[in-house]
């Protein structure tokens, strides 16, 4: 069968039509598939050039009808650096968003691209009616806690005693995983009105918490050091790091707050949250740094409680 004379105009209508210099397939998906920018944002490569990046709104792949779902994409030119998934939630006051994924080897040449995506979601959240909150699991190995505390997220209050450790490991550049217990590979993180609105204007709030190294010693060679971070609500976090050790054994942590006795006489209460792994050294340690906690603040008494929490 001779088919060599078959006209094939209709290719080169569809190239000038979008003026793109594609083939009739590779067009019509990309029209059928992926809408228009929705807006543009400025990333940075690894030698510090501005580089204009698309943010696009793909077609929804993800089965999630029921809860409004949205998909974003971070392109430049055409490579996709990076999407996100978000919906809507019952379970909590705030956007879900189910996944934040950035290409793993455009990551290693750009920068911002997982914090552009951020902010798209935070607007998102807006236009829903949450005031720019959201809450998420972040998880993986290695696990992106420090990336979101950095974009002002902060572990969920159930498991907020985390947080000192991740402000650690933000502020020294040290693996997160080294400060946390073995396995803890996922947690439950939000950004609250503040952080939203801070994240949009390009701040970081972790550099204005109250983070102090109250002590520090060397026990076995190794250095430990006591660090102290307030928490959302008024209460604050002490904990024993060790950042030479190997291991991601959490040495020791307490929850601690402000009471007062029936007396009117004010005093630091410690409820120990995690010491399994201290030896006595270390306990010794956390005490004496307890104390210079309870005299910084300008106390006398200190409490720690035998509970575990």
């Given at each position: 069968?001779?088919?060599?004379?078959?006209?094939?105009?209709?290719?080169?209508?569809?190239?000038?039509?979008?003026?793109?210099?594609?083939?009739?397939?590779?067009?019509?998906?990309?029209?059928?598939?992926?809408?228009?920018?929705?807006?543009?944002?400025?990333?940075?490569?690894?030698k510090?050039?501005?580089?204009?990046?698309?943010?696009?709104?793909?077609?929804?792949?993800?089965?999630?009808?029921?809860?409004?779902?949205?998909?974003?994409?971070?392109?430049?030119?055409?490579?996709?650096?990076?999407?996100?998934?978000?919906?809507?939630?019952?379970?909590?006051?705030?956007?879900?968003?189910?996944?934040?994924?950035?290409?793993?080897?455009?990551?290693?040449?750009?920068?911002?691209?997982?914090?552009?995506?951020?902010k798209?979601?935070?607007?998102?959240?807006?236009?829903?009616?949450?005031?720019?909150?959201?809450?998420?699991?972040?998880?993986?190995?290695?696990?992106?806690?420090?990336?979101?505390?950095?974009?002002?997220?902060?572990?969920?209050?159930?498991?907020?005693?985390?947080?000192?450790a991740?402000?650690?490991?933000?502020?020294?550049?040290?693996?997160?995983e080294?400060?946390?217990?073995?396995?803890?590979l996922?947690?439950?993180?939000?950004?609250?009105?503040?952080?939203?609105?801070?994240?949009?204007?390009?701040?970081?709030?972790?550099?204005?918490?109250?983070?102090?190294t109250?002590?520090?010693?060397?026990?076995?060679?190794?250095?430990?050091?006591?660090?102290?971070?307030?928490?959302?609500?008024?209460?604050?976090?002490?904990?024993?790091?060790?950042?030479?050790?190997?291991?991601?054994?959490?040495?020791?942590?307490?929850?601690?707050?402000?009471?007062?006795?029936?007396?009117?006489?004010?005093?630091?209460?410690?409820?120990?949250?995690?010491?399994?792994?201290?030896?006595?050294?270390?306990?010794?340690?956390?005490?004496?740094?307890?104390?210079?906690?309870?005299?910084?603040?300008?106390?006398?008494?200190?409490?720690?409680?035998?509970?575990?929490?």
């Open positions: 069968m001779k088919i060599s004379n078959i006209n094939f105009s209709y290719t080169s209508q569809i190239k000038n039509q979008n003026r793109l210099n594609f083939c009739a397939l590779r067009s019509l998906t990309k029209d059928t598939f992926e809408t228009s920018t929705i807006k543009t944002a400025v990333i940075e490569d690894v510090g050039n501005k580089i204009k990046a698309a943010i696009k709104e793909e077609k929804d792949k993800t089965n999630l009808s029921d809860k409004n779902p949205k998909t974003i994409s971070i392109n430049i030119g055409d490579k996709k650096l990076g999407h996100a998934v978000m919906y809507d939630t019952k379970q909590k006051d705030a956007l879900y968003l189910k996944e934040l994924y950035t290409e793993e080897n455009f990551a290693r040449h750009y920068i911002g691209a997982g914090t552009e995506l951020l798209c979601a935070v607007e998102e959240s807006k236009k829903r009616g949450y005031s720019g909150r959201i809450s998420l699991c972040a998880e993986n190995s290695p696990p992106p806690f420090v990336f979101y505390y950095k974009n002002n997220f902060t572990a969920a209050p159930e498991v907020s005693l985390y947080n000192a991740i402000d650690y490991a933000a502020r020294n550049n040290i693996p997160v080294k400060l946390l217990p073995e396995g803890l996922s947690l439950d993180m939000e950004l609250d009105e503040k952080g939203a609105e801070a994240l949009l204007e390009g701040e970081r709030l972790f550099e204005e918490r109250m983070f102090k109250i002590a520090k010693t060397n026990i076995g060679g190794k250095l430990y050091e006591a660090n102290f971070i307030e928490s959302q609500n008024g209460d604050f976090y002490l904990q024993i790091l060790n950042n030479s050790s190997a291991s991601r054994k959490q040495p020791w942590s307490a929850k601690g707050e402000i009471a007062q006795s029936k007396d009117g006489a004010k005093y630091v209460r410690i409820y120990c949250i995690d010491d399994i792994y201290a030896d006595k050294k270390v306990k010794e340690f956390a005490k004496n740094s307890i104390k210079i906690l309870a005299n910084n603040l300008g106390i006398e008494n200190f409490k720690i409680c035998e509970e575990f929490i």
